[in-house]
Nanobody, 121 residues
Framework: QVQLVESGGGLVQPGGSLRLSCAAS????????MGWYRRAPGNERELVAT???????NYADSVKGRFTISRDNAKNTVYLQMNSLKPEDTAVYYC???????????????WGQGTQVTVSS
């Protein structure tokens, strides 16, 4: 099994910044794509940003130019730098990855437990 542990959420004023981290641990043969999703109250979970193992990234239109996703493959960790935060960014942010727990296993999807980000004055 692969476990994902997020950190870095909290309360920030509009215009402020936060950096989320997510570390993968456990039985890991290879990690593929990693990413961040979020769910605001009353809304469906939505994609924020993803990054492949070779560093190609993709962003939701609502966060382009403000958020930056990156990863450290040696540490099995993905980051989300969030700048110019807006109240509408308030949500629970979930880390995601697909990974092979063993060389002979298919790719499975794994989710973190979520971390709350609140943007408010």
């Amino acid at each position: 099994q692969v476990q994902l542990v997020e950190s870095g959420g909290g309360l920030v004023q509009p215009g402020g910044s936060l950096r989320l981290s997510c570390a993968a641990s456990g039985s890991i043969f290879r990690i593929g794509a990693m990413g961040w999703y979020r769910r605001a109250p009353g809304n469906e979970r939505e994609l924020v940003a993803t990054i492949t193992s070779d560093g190609s990234s993709n962003y939701a239109d609502s966060v382009k130019g403000r958020f930056t996703i990156s990863r450290d493959n040696a540490k099995n960790t993905v980051y989300l730098q969030m700048n110019s935060l807006k109240p509408e960014d308030t949500a629970v942010y979930y880390c995601y990855c697909n990974a092979r727990p063993r060389a002979t296993a298919p790719l499975y999807g794994y989710w973190g437990q979520g971390t709350q980000v609140t943007v408010s004055s």
